[in-house]
């Protein structure tokens, strides 16, 4: 079945530097991408999507690239602030035709100012 | 205003309760989620509904049942709660076939 593979665990980082949050996946058919953020006591926010080879993904200064040579979806950001702390899930749609999401297991990232 | 809503956002009950949590969103959309999230394991996907009466089984749907009587409102019954059921549950509704789901705040479900 399909499936989601994302930086394991916790990322910890400094405010201003740099983020990479890898994500992998592994599906049939033509999957569309996602980054969801979750915040503690909320339910996962949708950040972008991406549905195509080579489609950048952005928001609130966070972008990804569908890169379906290496079946990757990576999330970058370029200068983390402390509320950017919160976990970050990447998860595809169903890329033949019926409605389910595969999700990551979610990387907790932290920042420290 | 795009919203899901979830009832109860806290529940203890014991073993062998029955256990209703309730969903509702009020943007008309067809799809609607249920699933739960454990530490490690992410999101999994316990029933699907496609409209009223349109259900599907997930990954994990042992255990849960589903009810769907009206678009905007989606049930998840647990018979007989068991411990390892403790968890929390999301409910979450998208517009289409691969595009965006919203999620609500989730239930926080205590099994004793």
């Known amino acids: 079945g399909d499936s989601v593979t994302q930086t394991e665990g916790q990322v910890a980082l400094s405010e201003e530097d740099f983020l990479t949050i890898h994500c992998n996946y592994s599906?049939?058919?033509?999957?569309?991408l996602f980054w969801y953020v979750q915040y503690p006591g909320e339910g996962p926010q949708f950040l972008f999507r991406?549905?195509?080879?080579?489609e950048k993904g952005s928001s609130r200064g966070f972008e990804a690239t569908y890169d379906k040579g290496t079946t990757s979806f990576h999330l970058r950001k370029a200068s983390v602030q402390e509320s950017d702390s919160a976990v970050y899930y990447c998860?595809?749609?169903?890329?033949?035709?019926?409605?389910?999401?595969?999700f990551g297991a979610g990387t907790r990232l932290k920042v420290i100012a | 205003d795009m919203k899901v809503t979830q009832m109860p956002r806290y529940l203890i009950k014991r073993m062998g309760e029955n256990v209703l949590l309730e969903c509702g969103q009020d943007?008309?959309?067809?799809?609607m989620y249920w699933y739960r999230q454990d530490p490690g394991l992410g999101l999994q996907l316990i029933y699907i509904?496609?409209?009223?009466?349109?259900?599907s089984e997930g990954d994990i749907p042992k255990g849960y049942r589903v009810s769907r009587k009206k678009r905007e409102h989606f049930s998840l019954i647990l018979d007989s709660a068991k411990t390892n059921q403790t968890s929390v549950y999301f409910c979450?509704?998208?517009?289409?076939?691969?595009?965006?789901?919203?999620f609500g705040p989730g239930t926080r479900l205590l099994v004793l």
């Open positions: 991406a549905s195509r080879d080579k």
């Open positions: 599906a049939s058919g033509y999957p569309a």
């Open positions: 998860a595809l749609g169903d890329g033949t035709g019926n409605y389910k999401y595969v």
């Open positions: 943007m008309s959309h067809e799809t």
């Open positions: 509904s496609y409209d009223v009466d349109s259900n």
């Open positions: 979450a509704s998208s517009p289409g076939h691969q595009d965006t789901q919203y």
